[in-house]
């Protein structure tokens, strides 16, 4: 559903690169999140999935469609709760609504709420029912609490069946009962319409639930696998290997019985232990490697393993 | 493309919307032209009214109207930055509307609240006895409108490289200003000095303007001594500078989105 191959940002005037080559791919129906600290690159890599930022280099697909060749058609296969909400304060619950529902063009445009088609005031009153706000529906955003933006958002967001849900720190600046209640709400939606779910957040214990976790720090990769897999990863330092010839190096890792990995683009990662130094290993191997990489856990990481272990203690 | 008209309107019909639930906004929006109109329009045509020829105060009458109606689409079309601080342009701008029709739709949006502001400055002007007939009234509803559409299309291209709702209002004023005089909101200009004349005819007010000024004097014995020239040739270059601040301001502001 989601395919990135080498994916570079860097912004004009900076030193560095905000996202530094990264590629995942994430399946029909997955529940991925994107993991890391503030400053990471998250907001980065949503922001050019999105279209909404030209991305340096590498090629992203999403849905079967290009970003930058074909970005209408993206746009239309995607819902995105960003970061910041995005309502008009100034306009009703329903009229952020039917905004969105008319650039989307599933109605045709009428002067007020009476006038538009009946089956979309059947749905309005569906999401308003969902949402416990059936009163409010017409009271100006204003009014809302942040929870209930939030959730007001990603209703709007899925009202044109989007194939993938896109959802930037959703969680920000609520308070934890809010989280939780938008939490338990989003899980019952993805549950509902099985849409595809990309998250980011800086929160561990929210990529608990997802299929697939991504920890990027610094613009790079640095654990990719299920929930569990992370969690061991980001205390262990390893080697990442790539050779030309992926089978025999395989083979050969085999025969050494050196325990090995698959790593992110079929790349191949080797954990260290303390009676095998990366340099023994390194020996040992015959096979031409093309890469060679050491890892080795990096306050970032011990910050994010921390937050971890927090988390894991409070269950 | 038929998806996209419900969304030109959508979003047309947001700023209208917003403008009705502001009476404030109404209210200051006609005080300015109301003063500009009675006080200067007033004095003029008691000072000099009849050492110039014609009556000064529909003069400034028209001169006001298109300018108004010009500079409040213009600036109106800030509200495009407003949107990207509070972080709304996110929602426009990920939908698959073309862009073209996002930055249209604001621009019809703003003309209807400039058009507000229009009618508000010809029943005054009415009050206080300019002349406007019927025909008038009839023929000045195009000439609104194509005051406004340039007015807006301007503003897009003057804020497709502003970040902030102040810098852009630091550089509006600095930008009508010597519009003012240039294209001859309340001082004639038939003739000028070469130096003025360049600029002047660079002026994309002057048009409305001038086309505002064929609807009010069709006919009338001062036609020559107001106008500069035919509806037909202001509409042509009002057009083609339409389409042309359309085309590259969209371009601008789309690209300054993206390309950070």
């Not at chain 1, 992203?60 to 993206?74: E, K, Y």
């Not at chain 1, 967001?157 to 989007?162: K, N």
């Not at chain 2, 004023?173 to 001082?187: K, Y």
């Amino acid at each position: 559903m989601i395919e990135v191959r080498d994916l570079v940002k860097r912004y004009r005037k900076a030193e560095v690169n905000a996202v530094d080559s990264i590629s995942f791919a994430v399946s029909p129906g997955e529940f991925f999140v994107l993991l890391g600290p503030n400053g990471a690159g998250k907001t980065t890599t949503i922001s050019i999935l999105t279209t909404t930022l030209s991305p340096s280099s590498g090629a992203v697909r999403i849905a079967g469609h290009d970003i930058v060749q074909d970005s209408s058609a993206v746009r239309r296969n995607v819902g995105i709760i960003f970061q910041k909400p995005s309502l008009d304060q100034n306009l009703t619950a329903e009229e952020n609504v039917r905004f969105h529902a008319l650039l989307y063009g599933l109605y045709p445009w009428r002067p007020s709420y009476r006038l538009m088609p009946r089956d979309y005031r059947e749905r309005v009153n569906e999401l308003a029912e969902v949402l416990g706000i059936q009163k409010e529906m017409f009271k100006p955003i204003k009014t809302f609490s942040g929870g209930m933006k939030r959730k007001l958002e990603i209703v709007r967001s899925l009202i044109h069946r989007p194939r993938v849900l896109f959802l930037d720190e959703p969680t920000t600046g609520l308070d934890p009962e809010a989280r939780r209640g938008l939490w338990e709400y989003l899980g019952e939606m993805r549950k509902r319409s099985g849409t595809t779910t990309f998250l980011t957040t800086h929160y561990l214990e929210e990529a608990e639930d997802a299929d697939t976790v991504c920890v990027l720090n610094k613009g790079r990769i640095v654990s990719y696998g299920t929930p569990a897999a992370v969690k061991s990863d980001l205390v262990e330092d390893y080697l990442v290997f790539d050779a030309e010839d992926r089978a025999a190096l395989a083979l050969e890792l085999q025969q050494l019985a050196i325990s090995s990995v698959p790593f992110e683009g079929g790349q191949t990662k080797v954990p260290l232990h303390p009676g095998r130094t990366a340099h023994q290993i390194l020996r040992s191997i015959h096979t031409p490697l093309t890469v060679i990489q050491t890892h080795t856990p990096t306050l970032e990481d011990a910050y994010l393993e921390i937050l971890g272990r927090e988390a894991g203690a409070t269950e | 493309m038929t998806s996209d008209i419900g969304a030109i309107l959508a979003i047309a019909n947001r700023d209208f919307v917003k403008l009705l639930r502001d009476p404030m906004r109404i209210v200051t929006s006609f005080v300015f032209p109301i003063f500009f109109v009675g006080l200067l329009g007033g004095s003029l045509q008691a000072n000099l009214g009849d050492s110039v020829g014609y009556n000064f105060l529909t003069f400034t009458f028209t001169g006001i109207i298109a300018q108004t109606l010009f500079q409040s689409s213009a600036q109106g079309l800030i509200s495009l930055v407003d949107d990207r601080e509070s972080d709304f342009s996110q929602e426009m701008f990920v939908s698959p509307v073309s862009r073209y029709s996002i930055i249209f739709g604001k621009i019809l949006g703003e003309t209807l609240v400039a058009l507000v502001q229009g009618l508000a400055i010809v029943l005054f002007g009415l009050v206080i006895g300019v002349p406007i007939t019927l025909p008038i009234l009839v023929a000045l509803i195009p000439a609104s409108l194509a005051a406004c559409l340039l007015g807006g299309a301007f503003g897009v291209l003057i804020l497709a490289n502003l970040g902030s709702r102040r810098a852009a209002e630091q550089v509006f004023t600095f930008i009508f200003f010597p519009q003012f005089f240039l294209a001859g909101v309340f001082s004639p200009i038939q003739v000028l000095p070469w130096y003025l004349e360049i600029p002047s005819r660079l002026s994309p007010l002057r048009y409305a303007v001038d086309l505002m000024r064929n609807v009010f004097y069709a006919g009338s014995p001062e036609y020559p001594k107001v106008v500069l020239a035919s509806p037909a040739f202001n509409l042509a270059i009002m057009a083609a500078l339409f389409t042309g601040f359309m085309v590259v301001g969209t371009f601008l502001f789309v690209r300054g989105e993206r390309n950070r």
